[in-house]
């Protein structure tokens, strides 16, 4: 005869989970982490190349995420505090190791970008070429297009003008278009 196992659910619910572990529960905190950690190094690695480097920063988003556990609001989803907290670590990283340089420049942006680019690429293939921009192009980059900001918001994030976001953003894609047309080109002998 099998055994068969049965799975208690300890927690019921996020809520549950964030009030034990204001409360300082360590399984509850720990919980919270197994199950944010996995998508929270993806958003550190959206900005940090270096996947230790990535954890480091992720492990401390986690500290301050603890640590100010019991602000959370719940007006929100956590996930989105959490994400909140492992970009500004992020770019707080970053800045530290002062790999950001943002180059003041006005450019008119005129050009829409957003149907130019198509392929068939994986996503490693894709985030090798966000991983190869200059820093301050791929921060703008993510932020505007992958985390969801306007331009308004990262220039307040990033401490820049929004003029500045925008024409990071507009070479970001530049660069990548250029990038992808080249990639397309050398795999299918097209352009």
């Known amino acids: 005869m099998k055994a068969i196992l049965k799975v208690i659910q300890l927690y019921k619910n996020n809520n549950e989970l964030i009030s034990k572990a204001v409360k300082g529960n ?15 190094l993806s958003v550190c690695r959206y900005y940090i190349k270096d ?17 100010n556990l019991k602000k959370f609001e719940d007006k929100g989803s956590f996930e989105g505090w959490l994400r909140k907290i492992m970009v500004r670590e992020s770019i707080s990283f970053l800045r530290v190791q002062k790999r950001v340089e943002f180059l ?5 942006t005129s050009k829409d970008f957003s149907n130019d680019i198509e392929s068939n690429m994986e996503v490693a293939e894709i985030q090798s070429l966000i991983d190869a921009l200059p820093e301050g192009y791929k921060m703008v980059f993510v932020l505007y297009a992958i985390e969801g900001y306007k331009h308004f918001e990262i ?3 990033l401490n820049i003008s929004e003029g500045t976001s925008k ?11 250029k990038q992808i047309n080249e990639l397309n080109s050398q795999n299918y002998g097209t352009n």
């Open 51 to 67: 996947l230790q480097q990535a954890e480091e920063a992720m492990l401390n988003g986690f500290f301050k995420a603890f640590t």
């Open 104 to 108: 003041e420049e006005n450019i008119i």
């Open 167 to 177: 024409s990071q953003l507009f070479k970001a894609r530049q660069v990548l278009q």
């Open 155 to 157: 220039a307040e994030i």
């Open 26 to 40: 360590r399984d509850a905190q720990n919980r919270l982490y197994e199950v944010h950690a996995p998508k929270m």
